[in-house]
């Protein structure tokens, strides 16, 4: 089956430009997480959607970063006005569960896809 | 916050040895402990998953063990080969509260022919 897939895959933009990252995770798949990660460094939390409602957003690291998911599949994280520290590797992933059911054993995984990297010139 | 931390950040083994890295989290109160396998320019792959209650997990090469009160995980990989070179990434995910992974930087493992 399909998995977790990412669009554009590499995004160039120059300082100050907007940009919006698009995530298709795997079809009824009720959370999906953002990530970011920088070169060198492990991926850290952006945010977090349970279904529609985004649940945490503590991740983001200013209000020039937005994400939505409005019908609760496809997802979009919007960066306004880029900086150049804002090039990374941005991973999307989802997972079958909800925060109220851990979910159990070998299932209770995050799916990834392949990321989007943006350079910010 | 739970913090991380994945030793060596790098790695270099002729191809045929058995290797060992190392994770370490300071947070014990977690649910469950992965580690990934990162290629390059692509996504992150679920290689092993260890519940909180478990002490190790093994997919046929690997090997991975679960301290739990001692904040520690270690996967082992016997037998190395070259198509195992990769980043390897270790994640936790709390006991409550945020549903989202904590990573480790990783460890960059390079087998060599």
């Known amino acids: 089956g399909a998995g977790v897939s990412q669009s554009p895959r590499y995004k160039v933009a120059k300082r100050g430009q907007d940009v919006a990252l698009r995530c298709d995770p795997i079809s009824g798949h009720v959370s999906l997480f953002w990530y970011q990660q920088a070169l060198g460094q492990g991926p850290e939390f952006l945010t977090y959607?349970?279904?529609?409602?985004?649940?945490?957003k503590s991740g983001l690291p200013s209000d020039r970063f937005f994400a939505e998911r409005p019908e609760g599949s496809v997802s979009t994280l919007k960066i306004q006005r880029t900086q150049q520290e804002d090039s990374a590797v941005y991973l999307c992933a989802s997972s079958p569960y909800g925060p109220s059911g851990r979910g159990i054993t070998a299932t209770d995984t995050q799916y990834f896809g392949p990321g989007t990297r943006l350079t910010v010139l | 916050k739970q913090e991380v931390t994945q030793i060596p950040a790098a790695l270099s083994v002729p191809e045929g040895e058995n290797l060992v890295l190392n994770c370490s989290f300071t947070?014990?109160?977690?649910?469950?402990l992965q580690w990934f396998r990162q290629d390059p320019g692509k996504g992150l792959t679920s290689l092993l998953l260890?519940?909180?209650?478990?002490r190790e997990q093994t997919s046929g090469r690997l090997n991975a063990s679960l301290d739990k009160s001692s904040g520690r995980s270690t996967l082992y990989i016997a037998a190395s080969q070259p198509g195992d070179s990769a980043t390897y990434l270790c994640a936790v995910k709390p006991q409550t509260g945020a549903n989202n992974l904590f990573f480790g930087t990783g460890t960059r493992l390079t087998v060599i022919p």
């Open positions: 260890i519940q909180s209650s478990q």
């Open positions: 947070d014990s109160a977690i649910y469950n």
């Open positions: 959607f349970q279904n529609e409602a985004q649940l945490d």
